[in-house]
């Protein structure tokens, strides 16, 4: 392995454990303050991380420079698993809960800014999570990122972060500012299941350059029932919230 990477591959590991390790201490630090943490949460935090250093580091992070089946299995790593983990764990809750008042409400104003909010709008990522796939595996991004190791973490950072975007956007599990409709935000989980599957189908069909057309033909369904089953859960959850929004109303209509 090339020093450089082993450097990168060694700091890349250090800042995940990081990222575990304050976690976890403002999950205990909580308690002072709150009701105790779900471990569960924490849980949900450590395996998402888990799935991110399984896509950058590693065995499979290795085959993927020229196993397109590998990539393939990272990008739904890092692009889908990791993310809806991540936001299971509701980790801006356990920032706000563990910060001072002072503090808490200057992050409170930041999520209520401007720019949060048109970023963190279903439509404005969904375009960001979908639109990035696109231009990945449907330009030469794709040969690119593999000859640039600094563009190739760069297109790992944008499907990780548009991916918690585009997740934490249809299943509140933080608080949020501007909340959209459940109807405008199924709209929007319907359209870009149906994209993914698209480019799902066109990656089996015509995979990007220097991809075998059987490692093509794998990958491409790999991302179809791989990403359906992600997906999957994530209907449940956007359903069961809309279950429980809807039902005291349906109660009430019941009752009236």
Known sequence: MHPEISAAAFGMALLL???????????????????KWPAYRSVFWILGVFSIGVSLIGPLANQAHHNFIAHMSTHLL?????PLLLVLASPM???LRSLSVSSARKVTRFLKSRPVYLLSHP?????????????????DLFLL?????????????????????????????DPVAHKASFQL????????????????????????????????EA????MYYGGDTIDAVLITIFCYQWFVFARPRLTAQKNG
Not at 78 to 82: D, F, K, P, V
Not at 123 to 139: H, M
Not at 219 to 222: I, Q, T
Request: aromatic residues 10%; without cysteine.
């Open 17 to 35: 454990l990081t990222g575990i390790v304050i976690y976890l201490h403002a999950a205990i630090q909580s308690r002072n303050k709150f009701k």
């Open 78 to 82: 890092i692009g889908m698993l990791a």
């Open 93 to 95: 809750t356990l920032l």
């Open 123 to 139: 439509l404005t990522a969904a375009i960001l999570n979908t639109g990035g796939l696109f231009l990945l595996y449907r330009t």
């Open 145 to 173: 990122m593999h000859e640039h190791i600094l563009l190739y973490a760069l297109v790992h950072y944008h499907l990780l972060a548009a991916g918690y975007l585009f997740t934490a956007s249809i299943i509140y599990m």
């Open 185 to 216: 935000r199924a709209i929007v989980l319907v359209a870009a299941l149906a994209a993914h599957g698209i480019l799902s189908k066109l990656i089996y069909a015509s995979p990007p350059q220097t991809v075998p057309k059987s490692q093509g």
């Open 219 to 222: 990958g491409g369904m790999l």
